[in-house]
Structure formats: C-alpha cells, structure tokens
C-alpha cells in the first residue's frame, strides 16, 4: 500500500518538472525532502535530496530536448533508501546501489516522456478541431486529460520501479556490513561528479559573483552548524 502512496506522491511531484506548476517543487532537494518526511524521516530524505540535487541539477528540461528524468529517480531512491534504512544500517550501500537503479530508471523515464509527447500529439489534434468548431469550453478537458495522461504514465513507472527495488534491495540487505565502508568512497566520488557538474554551470564571469556567494553562505552555514 505504501508503494501506491509514493506513486501518487511522486507522480504529483514529477507534474512539477515540465506539464504543471513550475515551482521547482520536483527538485531532488525539495521532493526528497517531502518524500522522507512523509515515510516519517525528514532528514534522510534532505540529505539524499542533498547527494541527487548536485548529480542532476545541470540537467535542465529546455525546450524539446530529452534527458534522464532524474527527478523520478529521486523519488525512488528516496522511497527505496529511507525504507530499508530502518532495517540495514548502512546508508553509504543503500545509497549506492539506490542511485545506480535510479540512473537506470531515469533513462526509462526519459523514453517514457518521449511516449508522452507523441500523445499529446492527439490531445493537440482535439484541441485544433474543437477551437476550429468553436467549442472552446473543451479545451480545459482536454488539458487535464493531457495531465492526467502524463500523471498515470510516471505513477505506473514509479510504482513498478518500486516494486523492482524492493525485490534488489531485499538482497542488498544481505550484504555484509564492511562493504558500507568500501562504498564510503564511491559517496564521496558522487559528490565531486556532483559538484563538478554543478561549478560547470558557472562557467561565465557574470555567474562567479553568484559562486562566491554560495561558497561563502555554504561555509558559514557548515561553520555555524
């Protein structure tokens, strides 16, 4: 029953990327957080946020392009991690092989939004005949059918994915505790890739004011903390 939560949870969030809202609420660091909290650990749920957020914040969904949908990975690894962390004490091998079926994933979803574009193709035909026909109070319709097309297509992915993930991570709780060690490098590994690809968006003079600022905020906060 949990699974199906997360799914309408997720799938609601997911909304936010492209087709609703654009309240940047879909953001790793935000949804995670959401997520943890309502599977009752807020601050598991920030501190992947924190991990995904430095990994997928260069990918931006601009104009038709097409790229992993790493915001739905974030809402199954979040659900995966925070879940089996209260069985297998090991974040660093949770968090992990969580991100490796989440890439995995991403790249499904990807190909998925691809599907999801072909059919607004045919809500985009509705609308053009009815406009044409003058029946304009159908267009409102025929939008929310479109959301709730795109809405059902991520909850059936998400709700799948987490139905995967539980079947890998049940064996990945078997794994010895010293591999939570070994994986502490690949942790720190993901956090120089994340903030290598996150200093590549500053690449421009006019961003290095914005850099330095958020260096500074980061270090007093780590400081004061």
């Not at 946020?49 to 990918?59: D, E, P, V």
């Not at 809500?123 to 059918?145: A, E, M, V, W």
């Amino acid at each position: 029953m949990e699974n199906i939560y997360i799914g309408l949870i997720g799938s609601l969030l997911i909304l936010d990327t492209t087709v609703a809202f654009q309240f940047l609420i879909s953001q790793p660091l935000i949804a995670c957080t959401l997520l943890g909290w309502f599977l009752g650990d807020a601050h598991l749920g920030l501190q992947i946020g924190i991990y995904l957020q430095l990994l997928w914040l260069s990918s931006i969904p601009v104009g038709a392009a097409i790229i992993p949908e790493g915001n739905v990975a974030a809402i199954i690894v979040t659900g995966l991690v925070v879940r089996y962390h209260q069985v297998y004490d090991y974040f660093n091998t949770l968090l992990i092989f969580g991100l490796l079926f989440g890439i995995l994933i991403s790249y499904f979803g990807g190909e998925l939004v691809v599907l999801s574009r072909k059919s607004n193709r045919f809500f985009l035909t509705k609308i053009i005949d009815y406009t044409r026909n003058g029946n304009l109070g159908t267009l409102t319709i025929i939008n929310y059918l479109a959301l709730l097309s795109h809405f059902l297509l991520m909850f059936g992915l998400i709700y799948m994915a987490m139905f995967i993930g539980d079947v890998l991570f049940s064996q990945i709780i078997r794994l010895p505790a010293e591999w939570n060690n070994y994986f502490k490098y690949a942790v720190y590994a993901l956090i120089g890739i994340g903030s290598g690809l996150t200093l590549s968006m500053f690449r421009e003079k006019k961003f290095h004011l914005f850099l330095a600022a958020g260096l500074v905020a980061g270090a007093l906060f780590f400081v004061l903390a």
